[in-house]
């Protein structure tokens, strides 16, 4: 089994340190590792560091550093925009889009939404979906966190979208496979998902600049696993899988 991953500000410049805090207390009191295991630190921005515990007291382990390395960021990145699904489908999404690679997940306000992100309760679903993506980028032994950016409008989405090198707008009428789809070798493939009620007319029409939309296959999947199929089709495509 590979060593699990802690989440640190900063890896350690000596040879030897603490893990405390939340961290400590998981890896100390839930995980109850042992003098002589290894486990990972990573500052999820893709520096990580292998150490070895040589003590464990409750809530922290005393540790040696091994070595340390940094990982070059995927190219091309993957972004999946969201539309905003009812109850906690998004967080189901967003875990399972984590696990699968996802780079960065763009919450969307589609016209045919029925949740709506607003003031507080708007802070506490991306705080949520953020929270999600953290653990899931842990479970998945990712040196760098999935980041969920905030809530996107129609307009706001069309502008940020120029700056993705392929845009793959998945609607259940497009004709094309999301398989025979051109990908380019560098920069970000974004995938645009919409909500239960699918992409309006309006909403297609805005997308239609980004090119002709695609399709996963004769069944219309739920919002919330739409995404982390699509995903799964573009690591197999691109032989990360």
């Not at 990982?71 to 967080?91: C, F, H, I, M």
């Not at 989405?157 to 094309?176: F, S």
């Amino acid at each position: 089994m590979s060593d699990p991953v802690f989440l640190v500000d900063a890896l350690p410049d000596g040879d030897h340190c603490t893990l405390d805090g939340p961290e400590g207390h998981h890896a100390a009191d839930v995980q109850r590792l042992q003098p002589g295991e290894t486990l990972q630190l990573a500052d999820g921005a893709g520096a990580i560091a292998t150490a070895r515990v040589e003590s464990a007291e409750r809530g922290s382990l005393r540790l040696a550093v091994l070595d340390r390395r940094t990982l070059p960021a995927p190219d091309p990145r993957l972004t999946v925009v969201q539309a905003l699904p009812k109850g906690d489908r998004g967080e189901r999404a967003v875990q399972m889009l984590t696990e699968i690679g996802v780079d960065e997940v763009i919450p969307w306000a589609a016209s045919r939404s029925i949740v709506q992100w607003k003031g507080p309760r708007g802070d506490k679903a991306r705080a949520k979906w953020t929270a999600t993506a953290r653990e899931a980028s842990k479970q998945a032994r990712r040196a760098r966190l999935a980041d969920v950016a905030e809530l996107h409008t129609t307009k706001q989405l069309v502008q940020r979208l120029r700056t993705a090198a392929r845009v793959l707008v998945l609607h259940e009428e497009a004709t094309l496979p999301l398989s025979r789809a051109d990908l380019p070798e560098t920069g970000e493939i974004a995938l645009v998902i919409g909500p239960e009620g699918s992409i309006s007319p309006d909403e297609l029409a805005a997308l239609g600049e980004f090119g002709e939309p695609v399709r996963l296959g004769d069944t219309v999947l739920r919002t919330s696993t739409a995404g982390p199929a699509a995903l799964a089709v573009l690591q197999a495509r691109l032989g990360r899988w």
